[in-house]
Structures are given as C-alpha cells and as structure tokens.
Nanobody
Framework: QVQLVESGGGLVQPGGSLRLSCAAS????????MGWHRQAPGKQRELVAI???????KYVDSVRGRFTLSRDNAKNTMYLQMNSLKPEDTAVYYC???????????????WGQGTQITVSS
C-alpha cells in the first residue's frame, strides 16, 4: 500500500509563511500528478494546486503569486511554500497523489490525513 504523510501545519499570523510537506511511501513504481486540496469549516474541499511529474505547477487564482508548489521525485515528496497567508487560508490541507504500483497497473489516487493551517492574529 501507499501512505501519504503531511507535515508543517500550524498557527501563523496574517502575512506569515508556512511550508507544508507531503511524503509518499510504500510500494511505489511511479508518482504522476500530485496536489494539495483544502477544506475550511463548513465548506467543501477545494483544489489549491497541482504539480505534474515533470514539475509543472498549476494554482487556483486565490493562491497564485503567494503559494509555490514543488516536488522532489527522488524523495517522493512534494512541498507547498505558503507566503502572505490570509485568514481565509485557514483550513485543513490535504495532499493527494496519482500513484502507479507497477508498470502495468493504472494509477490510483491516494490521500494524506490532512494538516491544520490556522491564520489568525
């Protein structure tokens, strides 16, 4: 099986920065697209950003210019650098990944357990 573990969440003041990590482990042949989603209290889970296996990131409008997504394929790890944080960024952040377990198996989506980000003074 595959496990995704997020780390780096916490409490930060408005305008501050945090860096999230998402490390994948287990029977991994290849990881395709990886991404971050978030879910604020009382709201549906929403996409934040995705990054292809080639390292091309895409962002939703609300975080573009403030968040930077990157990945280290050798470590099966993805990073989300979040700057200029706003109270509306408060949410539980989840990573996910499209993982192939072998050369002949189609990719499957795996999710992490989530990490809380709270932006408040």
């Amino acid at each position: 099986q595959v496990q995704l573990v997020e780390s780096g969440g916490g409490l930060v003041q408005p305008g501050g920065s945090l860096r999230l990590s998402c490390a994948a482990s287990g029977r991994i042949f290849r990881i395709n697209t990886m991404g971050w989603h978030r879910q604020a209290p009382g709201k549906q889970r929403e996409l934040v950003a995705i990054i292809t296996s080639g390292g091309d990131p895409k962002y939703v409008d609300s975080v573009r210019g403030r968040f930077t997504l990157s990945r280290d394929n050798a470590k099966n790890t993805m990073y989300l650098q979040m700057n200029s944080l706003k109270p509306e960024d408060t949410a539980v952040y989840y990573c996910n990944a499209d993982v192939e377990l072998s050369s002949w198996a189609p990719g499957q989506i795996y999710w992490g357990q989530g990490t809380q980000i709270t932006v408040s003074s």
